[in-house]
């Protein structure tokens, strides 16, 4: 604009009514990013210092468009995306995006070429939000759950110092049964309420399904299972009553493990979309797959009415959020 013309716009604010004061304010102020908002939101609702927990928190301005906020106990002051899988991420208007293109399993090349990002920081992104999702377990199985092991094949893609000869991905294993060395276990358990579990073994016994298992498993909750006799001891620690389905029988009343096998096959199925995951990245793939079938059984309430409500309400965005213990 003219600064001549500039110098006139001053003159008239005074004869603004209240309305066009508030309309002059909102076109004047930065687009709130959404993402950013609920942080903030978070914080308050929760109203805890992210470095002391204490409550006496204030707000303190802003840092790269990132509210801040000073704790009066510990003086230490903090930006909302601290403790959030957003914390040092550039870029925050294409976040909601591209969590967006996650959720219709876009690829990581796909995803760089639509926002216009590299490809290396589309990768850093995708292997962020999948981290958030990792440990990320609804609450404890409770009820009817029911349990099974799956096997994937062992890859070392992009390790360096390899003990082995490279192999192409799809090539038969060395031996015709399961072992160790060429399939990774993953043991899934999941109730009836579609809360799911799911956790890499090194080891399929007793022990590390008890260890891993025991303590997501509701007390005196009925599990049935293929009749893995390693199951024999969780049960008996946690006092739950182990039905077992034999190979021959498809189930016994209420009782069966349909809905594992059906879980296995969907992983495995979407699995195979992905081109081949290291190994040492399949906890976070699992976690990317739980997020979605959640999504699947997700009843959303009768106030959430457009999409970009519903988006909010997805497990794989509000998981990247703050994990404030209750
Ligand atoms: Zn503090």
């Given at each position: 604009m003219n600064p001549q013309?500039?110098?006139?716009?001053?003159?008239?604010?005074?004869?603004?009514?209240?309305?066009?004061?508030?309309?002059?304010?909102?076109?004047?102020?930065?687009?709130?990013?959404?993402?950013?908002?609920?942080?903030s939101k978070e914080?308050?609702?929760?109203?805890?210092?992210?470095?002391?927990?204490?409550?006496?928190?204030?707000?303190?301005?802003?840092?790269?468009g990132r509210q801040r906020f000073f704790c009066n106990d510990c003086r230490k002051s903090f930006v909302n995306t601290r403790g959030s899988a957003y914390f040092y991420q550039h870029k925050p208007e294409l976040w909601q995006k591209y969590l967006q293109h996650m959720i219709e399993l876009d690829s990581i090349r796909c995803c760089s070429k639509v926002l216009g990002i590299c490809v290396t920081t589309s990768f850093n992104w995708r292997h962020r939000y999948m981290k958030a999702t990792q440990n990320t377990y609804e609450s404890k199985l409770e009820g009817i759950v029911e349990a099974d092991e799956t096997y994937f094949r062992a890859s070392k893609k992009g390790e360096r110092n390899l003990t082995r000869a490279a192999r192409q991905r799809g090539t038969k294993a060395s031996t015709s049964g399961i072992n160790h060395i060429d399939w990774v276990s993953v043991l899934v358990a999941k109730d009836r309420n579609h809360h799911e579990f799911d956790h890499v073994l090194s080891k399929v016994d007793a022990a590390k399904i008890n260890e891993c298992l025991g303590c997501k498993i509701a007390d005196e909750s009925v599990l049935c299972t293929d009749g893995q006799p390693?199951?024999?001891?969780?049960?008996?620690?946690?006092?739950?009553?182990?039905?077992?389905?034999?190979?021959?029988?498809?189930?016994?009343?209420?009782?069966h493990i349909q809905n594992i096998n059906h879980y296995h096959s969907q992983l495995k199925r979407w699995y195979l979309k992905m081109h081949g995951v290291a190994s040492k990245n399949l906890p976070k793939y699992l976690g990317w797959f739980r997020m979605l079938d959640w999504h699947k059984y997700q009843v959303f309430s009768s106030d959430i009415n457009t999409e970009a409500e519903k988006l909010f309400e997805f497990k794989l965005l509000q998981v990247q959020q703050h994990n404030f213990k209750a």
């Open positions: 013309h500039f110098l006139h716009i001053p003159k008239h604010i005074a004869k603004l009514d209240p309305v066009q004061k508030q309309t002059l304010t909102s076109a004047l102020s930065p687009q709130q990013n959404p993402i950013l908002s609920r942080l914080i308050i609702r929760h109203s805890k210092c992210l470095h002391c927990q204490s409550e006496r928190l204030r707000k303190y301005g802003f840092s790269h390693a199951y024999n001891q969780l049960c008996k620690e946690h006092h739950l009553f182990h039905v077992v389905i034999k190979n021959n029988q498809t189930q016994q009343g209420l009782y």
